[in-house]
């Protein structure tokens, strides 16, 4: 069987697939987030607004199979803006078959497109398949993340 990849922008009829997705990444880590979160989400990837997030759809042979989100912003140790990769997912039924990659190299992409001086994202030590690929495509840093919740 032949394999049909593509990458392409989230688009407004892209809703429904979008939401099973992104509920699918959610869940594996133990996240449930309000409707209305969903909603609000949806409509800033499509926004199209400077320094809101994006998103790219994964479609292997007619079906969604992935998505990416990412921000561009500024940073103070560059002069260009940096690119923030927040979610990146994969229905597992298809895991290994470059999905992840692909997305993870439209988000290098369009940041080269928009000269970003970098990109980044964070992961949970215990995600031990995408680190896998993230070890291959980028550099792991020694930063620790810290967080406060209001």
């Not at 992104?22 to 499509?46: D, G, H, N, Q």
């Not at 439209?106 to 964070?122: D, F, G, P, S, T």
Request: contains cysteine; hydrophobic residues 40%.
């Amino acid at each position: 069987m032949t394999t049909h990849l593509v990458i392409r922008p989230i688009e407004s009829g892209d809703e429904a697939e979008w939401r099973r997705l992104w509920k699918a990444y959610l869940a594996f880590y133990e996240t449930v987030l309000p409707e209305e979160i969903y909603a609000l989400t949806f409509s800033r990837l499509l926004s199209g607004a400077a320094h809101e997030y994006a998103g790219f759809l994964a479609i292997l042979n007619g079906k969604t199979v992935g998505l990416a989100h990412y921000l561009f912003h500024r940073s103070c140790w560059h002069e260009q803006s940096i690119c923030y990769l927040q979610d990146l997912y994969a229905d597992p039924e298809i895991r290994g078959q470059g999905i992840g990659r692909a997305l993870i190299e439209a988000v290098y992409a369009r940041a080269n497109a928009e000269k970003a001086q970098e990109v980044y994202w964070m992961t949970q030590d215990f995600n031990a398949t995408a680190r896998k690929l993230y070890d291959r495509i980028a550099d792991k840093t020694p930063f620790i993340v810290y967080q406060k919740t209001s």
